[in-house]
């Protein structure tokens, strides 16, 4: 989402030097690459069935022997699905039917899927956020929200 954010509601730098929002490209690529490269190593090392050798375990010195323990083996991918794939549509989503309601829902599916069934509470939460986070946008900060505006 970063990666496409920034450079789409940055405006254009009409002055001499470096942009803006040279910075925050720069910062969110390094972050995206590293990230990357994380999910890469980690991954062949799931599949692979090599363990991540004790000097790289989070907390080395909690292992008096090699029990097997490594951060790899707490790895879920399902998990992490579930929380990108709603991401993802949301992106998609606020081009289509507006920040509002594609934020309102991306918040309830998310609720919904770390375990919240209480849908009264899940509405209340979802909508009280929405409509915070979108005064402060539009008129805290005088930034356009992206996508047709429902209100």
Known sequence: MLAWAIPTYTPAYPGYGASPALMLNVSVYVMLFMAILSLIRISVAVYTNRPVCSEEREFPEDLEGDDGFTQVGRMNLLHLARVMIPCVLLV???????YALASFAFLMILQYLIGSRKWLQSTILSS???????????YGFGVPVPGPQVF
């Not at 998609?92 to 507006?98: Q, S």
């Not at 009280?128 to 539009?138: E, F």
């Open 128 to 138: 009280v956020l929405v409509a915070v986070l979108y005064i402060v946008m539009r």
């Open 92 to 98: 998609v989503a606020i081009e289509y039917i507006g």
